[in-house]
């Protein structure tokens, strides 16, 4: 039977090492933990390839090639995703669970491994707290790994004495955003292949195949109709003016991130995201879902309701939205209810102004925005899957008439020249 040697960490937080002999790796994990341990790492004595509750790659890593400090660094200036933000306050939280120290739960992080997170954070939070300051004052020094979302809920969390809770709520609400963005991006995938697909043939068809087929009609005294003359111009053009092509290209790139980055521009294209055929109603439910879900986490976790709506403001990616939220906070500090501001700004849907005003008048606003969340989320999964099932077809129609137009293009010359010979 395999052995696997291990390091784990007492309740006290005495490091304790051990070898066990089980049929895999995840029971040795299982027993380590039945014996009120928590595993920092696992190895097989014989392959020698340590875990820390997760299977390694087999492949080369770049990143090790370098320098310790410099792979901190680099590391540094990264944002997390948030898979990885959910992984590291869900590993606090369980060492916090297990009736560590805040210190010594934070000198453990440093051991674990935690992709986008750098060890070098665990570390100095470990020491500001060592200090004695708070968690929550520790990660205003660290703004490029935790938000002011992640930060006030911390604050929020030690102030009520419920920092454990806080952050299995705060694990799961960014674990819930990754999940999301899955979702969307695999929905995505299938799409941008064809796209990338069509454009490749056509590619291979202008600059290799097209000037063949030029050679052949040149050889012929016939006149060419006028799709096949199109596409002899626009198959010079690839092989000829490519440089232009491609000139052309970055131009209306830089052009467009021009507009972006512009006010009257940045407002346009958020507009036209939200109108847009098919996708602007997966943008907007996203949006919707994203607003109930941060605002409701907040003031779940006690975090006032003027502070939950400016960070709420901060996380939201759409300028529409961000103005709407401003103008609520800005009602709400003369005092009117959450619910008024939101139906004023007719940019919220009818759905989510009830259920807000029915948390007001039973108390429960958080419990109503995450269950709005809930909604949401479920008919984001259905609007992707719909979004799926309408572009495929688009595209695979486009692609047919791209290529019987090329394919019409190619054979009236050749009808042409076949009844010219008879």
Not at 2 to 24: I, M, W
Not at 128 to 150: C, K, N, W
């Amino acid at each position: 039977m395999p052995q696997f040697s291990y390091k784990a960490r007492k309740r006290s937080g005495e490091l304790v090492e051990g070898v066990l002999e089980v049929p895999d790796r995840s029971a040795a994990l299982s027993q380590i933990q039945r014996s009120g341990l928590f595993p920092i790492s696992v190895q097989d004595v014989k392959a020698g390839a340590v875990t820390t509750g997760k299977s390694s790659g087999k492949g080369l890593n770049l990143m090790s090639l370098l320098p310790p400090t410099l792979q901190a660094q680099m590391q540094k200036k990264r944002k997390p995703k948030l898979q990885e933000l959910a992984t590291f306050t869900t590993q606090l939280a369980n060492l916090l669970n297990s009736g560590m120290p805040l210190t010594v739960a934070l000198n453990s992080m440093t051991h674990l491994e935690t992709k986008g997170i750098p060890a070098e954070v665990s570390r100095e939070l470990k020491q500001e707290v060592t200090e004695g300051r708070a968690l929550s004052d520790a990660m205003l020094r660290q703004p490029h790994i935790f938000t002011d979302l992640y930060i006030n809920m911390v604050r929020a969390g030690e102030t009520s004495g419920s920092l454990v809770p806080v952050l299995r709520r705060m694990a799961t609400h960014f674990q819930q955003f990754a999940d999301v963005q899955a979702k969307f991006k695999s929905a995505m995938i299938y799409p941008f292949m064809v796209i990338c697909v069509g454009i490749l043939l056509v590619t291979f068809f202008m600059t290799v195949m097209m000037p063949k087929f030029i050679e052949i009609f040149n050889g012929f005294n016939i006149p060419l109709p006028l799709p096949t003359l199109f596409l002899i111009g626009v198959s010079k053009m690839f092989t000829t003016y490519w440089w232009l092509l491609g000139m052309t290209v970055v131009a209306l790139v830089i052009l467009f991130k021009r507009f972006q980055s512009s006010a009257a521009g940045g407002r346009k294209i958020d507009e036209w995201r939200m109108k847009a055929p098919i996708f602007g109603n997966v943008v907007k439910i996203n949006l919707f879902g994203q607003f109930a879900r941060t605002l409701g986490t907040l003031l779940q976790n006690g975090v006032p309701v003027l502070t939950a709506l400016k960070i709420t403001e901060q996380v939201m990616s759409n300028i529409h939205i961000k103005e709407a939220i401003s103008k609520t906070r800005e009602a709400v500090t003369d005092g009117k209810t959450l619910a008024q501001p939101l139906a004023q700004s007719k940019l919220f849907p009818q759905l989510m102004v009830d259920l807000v005003r029915i948390g007001e008048e039973t108390g429960d606003v958080p419990g109503s925005l995450n269950n709005l969340a809930d909604t949401y989320e479920g008919e984001l999964q259905i609007a992707l899957r719909v979004m799926s099932d309408l572009i495929g077809p688009v595209l695979i129609m486009v692609m047919a008439v791209i290529v019987g137009f090329l394919l019409l293009s190619i054979f009236l010359p050749l009808f042409r020249l076949i009844s010219s010979i008879h």
